[in-house]
């Protein structure tokens, strides 16, 4: 919780975080090469908004994602 003097209105790490998931749908827009890229590129900006919006339900995806993505460069 920030304080309610903050002049954040969200938690840093998941404005972070959530930028750095619409950096990649961009950047997957930018080099789109299969329709699969254009649902995952749909897909990381409706999780960015949910961590915006503090749903956590999309906090949640995005840990099972992290944790699916590390296993496999991992």
Request: aromatic share 14%; net charge positive.
């Amino acid at each position: 919780m920030q304080p309610a003097n903050s002049p954040f209105s969200y938690p840093l790490g998941a404005t972070l975080i959530a930028g750095l998931l619409f950096y990649e749908a961009v950047m997957r827009l930018i080099y789109l090469r299969s329709p699969w890229g254009l649902t995952v590129c749909g897909l990381y900006i409706v999780l960015g908004i949910g961590l915006l919006k503090m749903y956590r339900l999309a906090r949640w995806a995005v840990v099972v994602y992290a944790i699916l993505d590390a296993a496999r460069y991992g």
